[in-house]
């Protein structure tokens, strides 16, 4: 009775809404990603090591280590934040905590293997491609997992704020045949 009383199922309502909309600006920072990640460059190796040590035939130039640097402590703030924030959402849902272990450590992983991969092309060997591309798969694959379970999830529980539990509608059912019994004093 106090959950409805004090509000508490507006709130929980609320939230779930304002979490499953954050998780559609996520859908679509997980989409931008893919697409800014393919403007550059490809799955191909060549493609990713042209990106990073130039192309005469393109005339780029090799990235910069002041730009890399840019780019990786922005990427290390925003994408921390992005995986702490989807792995504490995960938390709260009803999967089991082995899964949750698993696919917090994929996503930290590949988070970070993505920013490395880049450098080691770079600064390291150009085989490395190889490394930054699957990274780039993990990344985005891990990500899109987090999506779904966190959004599935939230959408279970929201049909379970509308839907009263069997208990709930056997008590009212009981109640409703037997009035003298369960008349509010």
Known sequence: ???????????????????????????????????????????????VIEYYLGSEAQFTQPKSYEGMLEVLHFHLFAMGMLAV????????TE?????????????????????????LVRFVHPLFAYF???????L???LIILLIVVSISLIRARKNMTTPPAASKK???????YPHKYKHR
């Not at 609320?14 to 997980?30: E, P, R, S, T």
């Not at 999967?95 to 991969?117: P, Q």
């Open 1 to 47: 009775m106090r959950y409805f009383v004090n509000g508490e199922q507006q709130r929980k309502s609320l939230l779930n809404a304002l979490i499953l909309m954050f998780l559609a600006y996520v859908a679509l920072l997980w989409i931008s990603n893919g697409m800014m990640y393919f403007h550059r460059m490809g799955l191909s190796p060549q493609s």
């Open 171 to 177: 008590v009212a059912e009981v109640a409703r045949h």
């Open 85 to 92: 924030t989807l792995t504490h959402l995960m938390l709260m």
């Open 140 to 142: 985005e694959m891990s």
């Open 95 to 119: 999967f089991s905590n082995r899964w949750k272990i698993w696919l917090s450590g994929l996503i930290y992983g590949s988070t970070l293997a993505d920013e490395i991969g880049g450098w």
């Open 132 to 138: 930054k591309i699957a990274s780039f798969i993990v």
